[in-house]
C-alpha cells in the first residue's frame, strides 16, 4: 500500500516532529490505530456502532467549517494510520482517497467531541499550523 502524497513529501523532509502531545511520530513508530492503540479503537467504538448505521456521503463528504464533527465513519476506525498526536489523534484514512492518492486526515480528540476531517495531510496540518485569529 503506497502512503499519500503529502505525507510521503513531509517523510522525505522530516523523520517526525514536534514534542509530546503535539507530534508526528517517526515512521517507526506510525501504526494502524487497531494495532498500536487497540484501547482507543475501544474508546470510540461500540457494539452498538454495528447497528448504526453509517453517515451518510452528503453528510460525510463536508469538510472546512461546514463539517459535522460528530459525523465520523466509526467503521473505518480500526484501519486508520496512526501518525502522530495534536492533543488528539492524528490519523489518516485509507478508505477515502482522492484520484491523486491523498487519504482523509482526521484529528480525532475527545475534548471536540468528534473530529476534524481533511481532504489530505497537507490540508489537516495546515489547518493546524495556521495562527487563528
Known amino acids: 500500500m503506497s502512503l499519500p ?16 502531545e503535539y507530534s508526528l511520530a517517526p515512521v517507526a513508530e506510525v501504526g494502524w490505530l487497531r494495532d498500536v492503540w487497540p484501547a482507543a479503537v475501544e474508546a470510540w467504538t461500540s457494539p452498538a456502532d454495528e447497528e448504526r448505521p453509517s453517515v451518510p456521503d452528503d453528510v460525510y ?26 492533543d488528539g489523534l492524528l490519523l489518516l484514512n485509507p478508505h477515502v482517497m482522492t484520484s491523486d492518492g491523498e487519504w482523509e486526515a482526521w484529528l480525532l ?25
Open 61 to 86: 463528504f463536508v469538510y472546512g467549517e461546514e463539517q459535522n464533527r460528530h459525523a465520523i465513519r466509526v467503521e473505518y476506525l480500526p484501519d486508520t494510520l496512526l501518525v502522530g498526536l495534536w
Open 109 to 133: 480528540a475527545a475534548w471536540k467531541a468528534g473530529a476534524d476531517r481533511h481532504r489530505s495531510f497537507w490540508d489537516l496540518m495546515k489547518d493546524l499550523c495556521t495562527p487563528r485569529r
Open 5 to 20: 502524497p503529502s505525507y510521503r513529501h513531509f517523510l522525505l523532509f522530516s523523520n517526525g516532529w514536534g514534542v509530546e
